[in-house]
């Protein structure tokens, strides 16, 4: 499903309205993200021009890389959103948390990065995209 989507934090501190393009997920697996979330970040990506943030007064941001930062709800601790804050890898778009849209269900999962690096304690289904730790970062030129 494409077009106008909404979510919201945990304590509904912060929402959003969203215009979505592309009707698909993705799933992260590195170190980084594992110790964020607890497990995998399973994202949706939205350009910042097509986000609309309520409650922007409760957003925390860490500057967890020299390319990107990660946010969350300062009342509830909710992950809300990884973006890219330099241009070399890529548009700066929020890879918002798939868990905060109303209807998850809406946006399969299309790739999982960092493949290499997932924990055996679980296993996503289904036919799609999967990169390895060296192909994601010869694919962005990370080192």
Not at 106 to 112: D, L, N, Q
Not at 116 to 130: E, I, M
Request: hydrophobic share 35%; aromatic share 10%.
């Amino acid at each position: 499903m494409t077009g106008t989507m909404k979510g919201h934090c945990l304590c509904g501190a912060v929402s959003f309205e969203a215009t979505v393009t592309k009707a698909e997920s993705g799933v992260c697996h590195c170190e980084m993200c594992r110790r964020w979330t607890g497990s995998a970040l399973v994202t949706v990506s939205i350009m910042p021009e097509d986000i609309r943030f309520e409650g922007a007064e409760h957003i925390r941001a860490f500057t967890s890389s020299d390319w990107a930062e990660r946010a969350w709800c300062d009342r509830c601790g909710s992950t809300l959103y990884y973006r890219l804050t330099v241009d070399d890898y890529g548009p700066r778009t929020y890879a918002m948390a798939l868990g905060l849209f109303d209807d998850p269900d809406a946006f399969p999962v299309t790739e999982e990065i960092f493949i290499d690096r997932k924990t055996s304690a679980y296993a996503l289904a289904g036919d799609h995209r999967r990169l390895t730790e060296k192909e994601v970062m010869a694919a962005y030129g990370g080192s």
